[in-house]
């Protein structure tokens, strides 16, 4: 269980997988590496592993689909538009609910638009998100399945991982921490995938780190 006595840096961690970089962070709350604790877990999957792994922390958890907020519109582009605006507006809400200091986007796979972004911001809540690629490439899904593609096409000889502010543009807001990673000849899909998650764990933890240390000079 963690300990939110000792901390006033509050975390609200958005994800939605199986979580293994939720748990990067809960350990390194648990352990006191980061000087904070997870206030709220907040899954668009219900099925999400994460979940799971949050609710064992004894963390607080919401799941918030996007499926009913587009069952009540129509199906054409307005009424999706219509529906995800209304999502993304709740889901600030139920974020600024929690005031924290830092919203972590670890394998969330919605695009944030303006109506979830815009509030946050006017209140100073920061978002940063974690993206397996290097800066400028591979934006969006798969970015670890389209990296190992193009090494064995002989399109790149690296990959990484980044952590960046988020913005609209997906993957695209300003790097707070890159580390590169270089691609071997002899790996597996599974073993390169396996050793860009190791990676990612690290990764995320030192950007919380960085970001928490500026919020607090």
Request: aromatic share 6%; with cysteine; net charge positive.
């Amino acid at each position: 269980m963690q300990s939110e006595e000792s901390s006033k840096n509050r975390l609200v961690i958005l994800i939605s997988g199986s979580g293994t970089n939720l748990q990067a962070i809960i350990n390194a709350c648990a352990s006191k590496r980061i000087n904070g604790y997870i206030c709220r877990v907040i899954s668009n999957i219900g099925s999400a592993y994460g979940v799971t792994r949050a609710k064992n922390a004894g963390i607080p958890t919401t799941i918030h689909p996007l499926l009913p907020y587009k069952k009540k519109e129509e199906s054409n582009p307005e009424g999706i538009q219509k529906a995800r605006h209304k999502y993304d507006k709740d889901l600030s809400d139920m974020i600024i609910k929690e005031r924290p200091v830092l919203v972590v986007c670890v394998g969330w796979i919605h695009i944030l638009s303006s109506a979830c972004l815009d509030p946050l911001q006017k209140i100073g809540i920061k978002l940063i998100n974690l993206h397996p690629a290097l800066p400028s490439t591979f934006n969006g899904m798969h970015a670890i399945e389209r990296a190992y593609k193009a090494f064995h096409e002989g399109k790149i000889a690296k990959t990484g991982v980044m952590v960046h502010w988020v913005i609209e543009e997906i993957d695209q807001g300003e790097p707070i921490v890159v580390k590169e990673v270089p691609m071997l000849n002899d790996e597996t899909f599974d073993q390169f995938k396996e050793r860009m998650h190791k990676v990612e764990h690290d990764v995320i933890i030192d950007a919380i780190l960085i970001v928490l240390q500026c919020k607090n000079m």
